[in-house]
């Protein structure tokens, strides 16, 4: 009798054969499992490519979103015209150049510090004399560190400021006088110091801090301390001053003026003039305040490249293979959204405003379609028609009356009526447009745009006192329409976070479609597994009969 043999394994993978003396099978039962699990799991995979592309594109949107942030941005300094001293505006920056008439050295003479909107124009300086303050030489002591024996309380100060008592006691050296008054510098505003003459001579000399002011000194007990050092003789008079307290004397295009001090912030609001020596006769200082042209160029060099950054981007989503498809890289080949981006943005910059164009500015595109700067023709233009280029650039906001002045602008600067209504007692109660008002807040006499209508940013004052209609006139320039246009688009509820978090919901969907999907193939995996298992105990059982079987024939053939 042919002989029969088999082989099994209890493992829900393994491979079972049968054989007899006719026929043989085999069973790959991980093989049925497997193809059984990818039928059901080839949607999740064609899901979850088609969230890989998502992702893509949400990656893409925010880069462009981010380009688009710091475009706006840069922009910022020349999106408004507003000129005052708490103005952010690129025209509002000031620059002072000094000059000299006659032989003095106009750096030695006088230093600027000039806050953004001052009063641009021409200055003549001529300074008489420099504001100092009071100095006092004390005799020659012998020694800074030995005790001076000397015990009493004096009090000391500035003519017209605080005083303090200093207590001096036996055992304190000169050196010890010094600190104690230094102790009190705060509150008198004098200053003691010591000058060493020689090995064996010292001398202590106090200063005033504050300028145009005498020192005052009284000895209220005990031993006179100061005229024991020689500083006051018997009745309390200065012995030796080596440097008269004065005031600053100038005269500022004609005018002559006086201050106690020589860092001048009173004349020329947003000017400080540091005075630092006095001019010869016949001499004086040139001074030119003018706009800062140099923080227009620079800034308009920051959108070339903000504008080329973003422009590259939305090329590079654009490129195609050879055969003129789109590029694997490309994934937002053919977008809307970005398109419309692109053309409002070349619509801005195609603008004319004020009979100019971004031409005028020195901005073209090259050859590869980039946006250039010619930094000549800027200059030219920024020192022969400085205005016409603010317009150009900027938004600006005039208005009806002059007692309404212009704070701010605003990022989106709107033309209206402004309606003001002043009270019984003449202060200003409220700002309204079209009866509304709450979209304006007022504070005395300010008045401004509320946080999230179309006026927020807007500022005015009020020199008014009566009630009244004022017409309030914005014009945008190109910088402040891309501004706008850049920050509208790339913010929280922009086009573009629209499309990323349409898409982000999207893929969130789909993921939870491939859970499922994926959640029933390892239940169907399970099931299979058990049902096969169970197949495979059925054939290890029929093969168990047939070995029994063959051997009870094996017995029976012997």
Same mark, same amino acid.
């Given at each position: 009798?042919?002989?029969?043999?088999?082989s099994?394994?209890?493992?829900?993978?393994?491979?079972?054969?049968?054989?007899?003396?006719?026929?043989?099978?085999?069973i790959?039962?991980?093989?049925?499992?497997?193809?059984?699990v990818?039928?059901?799991?080839?949607?999740?995979?064609?899901?979850?490519?088609t969230?890989?592309?998502?992702?893509?594109?949400?990656?893409?949107?925010?880069?462009?979103?981010?380009?688009?942030q710091?475009?706006?941005?840069?922009?910022?300094?020349?999106?408004?015209a507003?000129?005052?001293?708490?103005?952010?505006?690129?025209?509002?920056?000031?620059?002072?150049?000094?000059?000299?008439?006659?032989?003095?050295?106009?750096?030695?003479?006088?230093?600027?510090?000039?806050?953004?909107?001052?009063?641009?124009?021409?200055?003549?300086?001529?300074i008489?004399?420099?504001?100092?303050?009071?100095?006092?030489?004390?005799?020659?002591?012998?020694?800074?560190?030995?005790?001076?024996?000397?015990?009493?309380?004096?009090?000391?100060?500035?003519?017209?400021?605080?005083t303090?008592?200093i207590?001096?006691?036996?055992?304190?050296?000169?050196?010890?006088?010094?600190?104690?008054?230094?102790?009190?510098?705060?509150?008198?505003?004098?200053?003691?110091s010591?000058?060493?003459?020689?090995?064996?001579?010292?001398?202590?000399?106090?200063?005033?801090?504050?300028?145009?002011?005498d020192?005052?000194?009284?000895?209220?007990?005990?031993d006179?301390?100061?005229?024991g050092?020689?500083?006051?003789?018997?009745?309390?008079?200065?012995?030796?001053?080596?440097?008269?307290?004065?005031?600053?004397?100038?005269?500022?295009?004609?005018?002559?003026?006086?201050?106690?001090?020589?860092?001048?912030?009173?004349? @020329? +609001? $947003? %000017? =400080?003039?540091? #005075?630092?020596?006095a *001019?010869?006769?016949?001499? &004086?200082?040139?001074?030119?305040?003018? /706009?800062?042209?140099?923080?227009?160029?620079?800034?308009?060099?920051?959108?070339?490249t903000?504008?080329?950054?973003?422009?590259d981007?939305?090329?590079?989503?654009?490129?195609?293979?050879?055969?003129?498809?789109a590029?694997?890289?490309?994934?937002?080949?053919?977008?809307?959204?970005?398109?419309?981006?692109?053309?409002?943005?070349?619509?801005?910059?195609?603008?004319?405003?004020?009979?100019?164009?971004?031409?005028?500015?020195?901005?073209?595109?090259?050859?590869?379609?980039?946006l250039?700067?010619?930094?000549?023709?800027?200059?030219?233009?920024?020192?022969?028609? @400085? +205005? $016409? %280029? =603010?317009?150009? #650039?900027?938004?600006? *906001?005039?208005?009806?009356? &002059?007692?309404?002045?212009?704070?701010? /602008?605003?990022?989106s600067?709107?033309?209206?009526?402004?309606?003001?209504?002043?009270?019984?007692?003449?202060?200003?109660?409220?700002?309204?447009?079209?009866?509304?008002?709450?979209?304006?807040t007022?504070?005395?006499?300010?008045?401004?745009?509320?946080?999230?209508?179309?006026?927020a940013?807007?500022?005015?004052?009020?020199?008014?006192?009566?009630?009244?209609?004022?017409?309030?006139?914005?014009?945008?320039?190109?910088?402040?329409?891309?501004?706008?246009?850049?920050?509208?688009?790339?913010?929280?509820?922009?086009?573009?976070?629209?499309q990323?978090?349409?898409?982000?919901?999207?893929?969130?969907?789909?993921?939870?479609?491939?859970?499922?999907?994926?959640?029933a193939?390892?239940?169907?995996?399970?099931?299979?597994?058990?049902?096969?298992?169970?197949?495979?105990?059925?054939?290890?059982?029929?093969?168990?009969?047939?070995?029994?079987?063959?051997?009870l024939?094996?017995?029976?053939?012997?």
């Amino acid at each position: 009798m042919a002989s029969v043999s088999s082989s099994s394994s209890a493992s829900s993978g393994v491979t079972v054969t049968t054989s007899g003396s006719t026929n043989s099978s085999s069973i790959d039962w991980s093989a049925l499992i497997q193809s059984a699990v990818d039928a059901k799991t080839a949607q999740a995979d064609t899901i979850s490519t088609t969230i890989t592309n998502n992702e893509a594109k949400i990656s893409a949107y925010q880069t462009l979103q981010s380009d688009l942030q710091t475009l706006y941005s840069g922009l910022s300094s020349l999106s408004t015209a507003v000129v005052n001293s708490l103005s952010t505006s690129a025209f509002a920056t000031r620059a002072a150049s000094i000059s000299s008439t006659g032989d003095v050295s106009a750096s030695a003479a006088l230093s600027m510090t000039i806050k953004n909107g001052a009063a641009i124009g021409d200055h003549t300086l001529t300074i008489s004399q420099i504001a100092t303050a009071q100095k006092v030489v004390g005799t020659s002591q012998s020694s800074q560190t030995d005790e001076l024996g000397y015990s009493g309380t004096f009090s000391i100060g500035l003519d017209g400021g605080a005083t303090s008592d200093i207590t001096i006691t036996s055992t304190m050296s000169l050196q010890d006088v010094v600190d104690a008054i230094n102790a009190q510098t705060s509150t008198t505003s004098v200053q003691a110091s010591i000058v060493q003459v020689s090995s064996t001579s010292f001398q202590m000399v106090l200063t005033g801090t504050a300028d145009a002011a005498d020192i005052t000194y009284s000895s209220t007990s005990g031993d006179d301390i100061m005229n024991g050092l020689g500083v006051t003789d018997s009745s309390g008079s200065f012995t030796n001053v080596i440097q008269e307290a004065q005031s600053a004397e100038f005269t500022l295009d004609g005018i002559s003026m006086t201050r106690d001090t020589n860092d001048i912030t009173d004349v @020329l +609001s $947003g %000017v =400080t003039f540091s #005075l630092l020596q006095a *001019t010869p006769d016949g001499t &004086s200082l040139n001074i030119s305040i003018e /706009t800062d042209t140099s923080q227009i160029q620079s800034a308009l060099e920051t959108f070339v490249t903000n504008y080329n950054a973003f422009r590259d981007e939305v090329i590079a989503q654009q490129t195609t293979t050879t055969d003129g498809t789109a590029d694997s890289s490309a994934v937002l080949f053919g977008d809307g959204t970005m398109r419309n981006i692109m053309d409002a943005l070349q619509n801005a910059l195609n603008s004319t405003v004020g009979g100019m164009t971004m031409a005028d500015l020195g901005l073209s595109f090259n050859e590869k379609n980039e946006l250039e700067l010619d930094t000549s023709t800027l200059s030219e233009i920024l020192s022969t028609n @400085l +205005s $016409g %280029v =603010t317009k150009l #650039l900027s938004a600006q *906001t005039t208005t009806s009356s &002059s007692q309404l002045s212009v704070v701010n /602008t605003g990022t989106s600067p709107q033309s209206f009526t402004l309606e003001l209504t002043v009270d019984s007692d003449g202060n200003l109660s409220s700002a309204s447009v079209g009866g509304d008002s709450s979209l304006f807040t007022v504070s005395g006499t300010t008045i401004i745009g509320a946080s999230g209508s179309i006026y927020a940013g807007m500022a005015f004052t009020y020199t008014g006192s009566t009630s009244q209609s004022i017409a309030v006139t914005s014009s945008t320039g190109i910088a402040s329409q891309i501004y706008q246009l850049a920050k509208d688009y790339s913010s929280s509820t922009g086009a573009l976070q629209t499309q990323i978090t349409s898409l982000t919901t999207r893929d969130d969907e789909l993921q939870q479609k491939v859970d499922d999907i994926n959640s029933a193939a390892a239940t169907l995996q399970s099931q299979l597994q058990t049902q096969y298992a169970k197949y495979q105990a059925a054939i290890e059982s029929a093969n168990s009969t047939l070995d029994y079987l063959k051997a009870l024939l094996n017995s029976s053939s012997d």
